[in-house]
């Protein structure tokens, strides 16, 4: 089932055509570096569940370098081509990478790990949609390589972040806000250009805020209980 194009929703600057020929191109271009991202996200998923001396620094340096990718070279080196907004969009993403380093690599404040509960489940299963079925997904809906959005390209390596984010053992709020804030952007393509793979991006965006608040008001309350059992 497809999603009735309408390109007309939004207002969009370029027509269906255009926005799949930009996945044509830059899964052209870029090739074998599909190979290298995914090697760098089964690294990161390794990681999380075998956790070990620097696994931390490693899954961060992968994700920054994930979203400084999409930022340079999918935001402003193709996509700007037919999209004026895409040098914003590139701005946000690598803001996002940098925050990745100061966080994880510079402050060492990202912990990631397993756990035996919903929330580490829903990251583990959106760290496997995000690489691996969402491009079957968008196969069997007729968006085949290589003019479909291939893990690396900011849908699906949105949904696998939003994954990871869910496995921080104290997570912070800001890190979350540009990829919930894409998980949204990007839905607006399944309505628009008929990706009706990217209803999943909703879809993971609203788990991961859900997870991520939960979190982190569990925290507060394990926190401020500690602190009176102080007084």
Same mark, same amino acid.
């Given at each position: 089932?497809?999603?009735?194009?309408?390109?007309? &929703?939004?207002?969009?600057?370029?027509?269906?055509?255009?926005?799949? *020929?930009?996945?044509?191109?830059?899964?052209?271009?870029?090739?074998?570096?599909?190979?290298?991202?995914?090697?760098?996200? *089964?690294?990161?998923?390794? %990681?999380?569940?075998?956790? *070990?001396?620097?696994?931390?620094?490693?899954? #961060?340096?992968? %994700?920054?370098?994930?979203?400084l990718w999409m930022g340079i070279v999918y935001q402003w080196s193709f996509f700007a081509?037919?999209?004026?907004?895409?040098?914003?969009?590139?701005?946000?993403?690598? %803001?996002? *990478?940098?925050?990745?380093? &100061?966080e994880g690599l510079v402050r060492n404040s990202?912990?990631? #790990? &397993?756990?035996?509960?919903?929330?580490?489940?829903?990251?583990?299963?959106?760290?496997?949609?995000?690489?691996?079925v969402y491009p079957i997904l968008g196969h069997f809906l007729g968006h085949t390589y290589p003019s479909s959005p291939t893990f690396g390209l900011p849908c699906p390596t949105t949904i696998f972040t939003i994954g990871a984010l869910l496995l921080v053992n104290r997570p912070l709020r800001y890190i979350a806000v540009i990829p919930l804030l894409w998980s949204a952007i990007g839905f607006s393509a399944a309505i628009s250009l008929g990706v009706a793979e990217d209803v999943s991006l909703l879809i993971a965006g609203l788990i991961g805020m859900?997870?991520?608040?939960?979190?982190?008001a569990k925290v507060n309350k394990k926190t401020e209980a500690g602190v009176s059992g102080l007084v």
């Open positions: 089932m497809k999603i009735k194009t309408n390109t007309t &929703f939004m207002n969009l600057p370029f027509t269906p055509e255009q926005f799949f *020929g930009v996945f044509e191109q830059y899964n052209e271009a870029v090739w074998p570096a599909q190979v290298a991202i995914y090697i760098a996200a *089964g690294t990161a998923f390794y %990681l999380m569940l075998r956790p *070990g001396k620097y696994s931390n620094k490693v899954v #961060s340096g992968i %994700l920054a370098l994930f979203w081509s037919i999209n004026p907004a895409a040098r914003v969009f590139g701005a946000l993403f690598v %803001l996002q *990478g940098l925050i990745f380093v &100061f990202l912990a990631f #790990s &397993f756990s035996k509960n919903w929330r580490s489940a829903a990251g583990i299963t959106l760290m496997l949609f995000g690489p691996i859900v997870a991520i608040m939960f979190k982190r």
